[in-house]
């Protein structure tokens, strides 16, 4: 019988991407088809890792940590606001998205039954953000940098209308981000 283990618990690794170290998961055999998965703020891949190794019985699997929006909800309209002016004002305006309840809503928001979510979810996250030293000038030094991805996305559009390269985007109805 074969170990199905091995392929689909995910693998922990890292890569060096200009002088960055980035962390990713991975499962699923070398030779499949692979996807990849990307999660937004405040999340890490802690939050797939259910869904990682059920795609990965007939996939390969790479998560990249990094963040990717597309829609840009009303969350992002103060963050837009600090796009536009650049102000510490703005930027200290938006002090409270980085809170643990912008956290838990990341998780709870538009759920029809929070009850059963695992709460360890966003704790962890919280906990990952809260105690880094540093944590929130970085976070909101990414938020103000996103603002050069947005204006990127009709490039990012073009490349995938004309290399046609599989592509499946997944998206929350309820998602407010």
Known sequence: ??????????????????????????????NA????????FPT???????????LALPLRIDHLTGSAVEGLGPFWDPVKVYWESGSKTDRDALDGVLSFNTTMGQYTGGTENPAILEHE?????WTLMANRPGNDDY??????????NVKQYPEFQEYFRNSQVPLLAVWGQKDTM
């Not at 283990?5 to 070398?30: C, K, M, Q, S």
């Not at 979810?121 to 996250?125: C, E, F, G």
């Not at 976070?139 to 050069?148: A, G, I, V």
Request: no cysteine; aromatic share 14%.
């Open 1 to 30: 019988m074969a170990n199905i283990t091995g392929g689909i618990i995910p693998a922990i690794n890292h890569l060096d991407i200009g002088g960055y170290n980035v962390f990713y998961r991975e499962a699923g055999p070398a």
């Open 33 to 40: 088809p692979t996807i990849l998965l990307l999660h937004g």
């Open 44 to 54: 890490s891949s802690f939050m797939l890792r259910h869904l990682i190794p059920i």
């Open 121 to 125: 979810s966003w704790w962890l996250d």
């Open 139 to 148: 976070q909101l030094d990414l938020f103000y940098d996103y603002r050069n």
